[in-house]
């Protein structure tokens, strides 16, 4: 068992940053990858980022290329999603998840790709 707690959400102005977090606990030691995902009222969920936890190799959405970092402390069991010159648009429920075992795909975007969920959190941005 994995569970997942994810901190940071809340309101921002269209322009600045936040920087979200996500504490992992339990059966961590196999991590695959580590992934941030949203959802926005209405819509489904897509895919955000992603970050191999042991190479530290990351992937990007394109609609937050260049504008968000995802990052790790292995020492801390934690992944970041640091979001710069956020929009309207990157405003949704913020959800990380946690992909154990490597399934061939080196990147994993879907979400079943992943295991476990964490609760979410909201990311508010206005313009």
């Known amino acids: 068992q994995v569970q997942l707690v994810e901190s940071g959400g809340g309101l921002v102005q269209a322009g600045g940053s936040l920087r979200l977090s996500c504490a992992a606990s339990g059966r961590t030691f196999s991590t695959f990858a580590m992934g941030w995902f949203r959802q926005a009222p209405g819509k489904e969920r897509e895919f955000v980022s992603t970050?191999?936890?042991?190479?530290?190799?990351?992937y990007y959405a394109d609609s937050v290329k260049g504008r968000f970092t995802i990052s790790k402390d292995i020492s801390q069991n934690t992944v970041y999603l640091q979001m710069n010159s956020v929009k309207p648009e990157d405003t949704a429920v913020y959800y990380c998840?946690?992909?154990?075992?490597?399934?061939?795909?080196?990147?994993?975007?879907?979400?079943?790709?992943?295991?476990?969920w964490g609760q979410g959190t909201q990311v508010t941005v206005s313009s």
């Open positions: 970050i191999r936890w042991r190479v530290g190799s990351t």
């Open positions: 998840a946690a992909d154990l075992e490597y399934s061939g795909i080196y990147f994993p975007t879907r979400q079943d790709d992943y295991d476990y």
